[in-house]
């Protein structure tokens, strides 16, 4: 079949990729504009965008899909279908039907399970015991539509959102192609989801990244992997600065730091919460990279009964 493959970020490239070596010609790709990255600011093309330059393909890079002549562009395409990963845009009314089969999506959730922009890093956040991805037939909701295939994956205890969405990309690009196949052959056949069990994954901000040590442990614990690496958990050090978290490990034998309440010792810095105590991992001050907590506490000169955050 003609692709015209829609994505962005890193984890749309194993997608790609699968799809390049297939049976399949992906004639085109779409994907977001370029956009300001690192410390510099500097514009950059999207991953998705450098690998089909670095093959060739036309790259298509609209900031909205309901920019003038952009149907007439994808309809001149001639595609069978659209797979989308991770575009990172809405797909209009106006274009769902112009490839023969449609737009195909890639989400990481056993849908109707995290509908959204977050799937992943609220699974994580939730403590799910078992995930996924599912193909799916775009249509005007969000995330609604008719579902081609499903495959499972279990959240590891020490899973991030990074670990989880990597093993996913990877595993996903496989059924997508094998969807691909079943559309190209005639065999594909959506099942509507069903009306229980929806729950809903709205992207993460800044502000939900942020760690109440009043929170249990383990809710702790889960936040901070859900977070990581985007948007990055975080919590206020005394004055009132940011610091940046990385997962933390939980100690169930440590029960007497109140909330918040810091113990550095010479190994490990520990946190009180709402149940028992968590030792940090990497943290980041306001302005600096990423240390060991216990450099940070040593260079922090940390008074006995320092709290983190403002408790809530």
């Not at 039907?97 to 999506?105: A, K, L, S």
């Not at 959102?161 to 996913?168: I, S, T, W, Y």
């Not at 034998?253 to 709402?274: C, M, N, Q, S």
């Amino acid at each position: 079949m003609r692709l015209l493959f829609a994505g962005t970020p890193d984890v749309a490239l194993p997608s790609l990729r699968t799809l390049l070596a297939s049976d399949h010609e992906v004639v085109a790709v779409l994907t977001r504009p370029d956009a300001p990255k690192g410390r510099g600011r500097s514009f950059s093309a999207s991953p998705v965008a450098e690998l089909a330059s670095s093959v060739g393909l036309p790259v298509l890079t609209p900031r909205s899909l309901r920019e003038d002549g952009v149907n007439e562009e994808i309809a001149a395409l001639e595609t069978d279908a659209a797979p989308v990963v991770a575009y990172g845009g809405l797909i209009p009314p106006t274009l769902l039907d112009v490839p023969r089969h449609g737009w195909v999506n890639l989400h990481f959730s056993l849908l109707p399970a995290w509908r959204g922009a977050a799937p992943v890093q609220r699974a994580i956040i939730a403590g799910d015991e078992v995930t996924g991805a599912s193909v799916f037939q775009i249509e005007a909701g969000l995330d609604t539509g008719p579902v081609y295939g499903t495959l499972t994956e279990t959240v590891r205890p020490r899973d991030t959102a990074g670990d989880l969405l990597a093993r996913l990309a990877d595993s996903g690009a496989q059924l997508l192609l094998a969807v691909l196949d079943a559309l190209a052959d005639g065999s594909a056949r959506p099942a509507p989801q069903p009306a229980e069990g929806i729950s809903l994954a709205p992207r993460l901000e800044v502000a939900d990244a942020r760690v109440s040590w009043a929170d249990p442990a383990l809710a702790v614990d889960r936040l901070v992997r859900g977070c990581t690496p985007a948007p990055g958990a975080w919590t206020t050090a005394p004055g009132g600065s940011r610091l940046k978290l990385r997962p933390v490990t939980l100690r169930a034998d440590v029960d007497d730091l109140r909330p918040g309440e810091v113990r550095a010792g010479k190994h490990e810095v520990l946190v009180g919460t709402g149940s028992h105590a968590v030792a940090l991992g990497e943290v980041a001050p306001a302005g600096k990279s990423w240390m060991p907590a216990e450099a940070w506490a040593r260079g922090a000169r940390l008074e006995p009964g320092t709290v983190l955050g403002e408790q809530r």
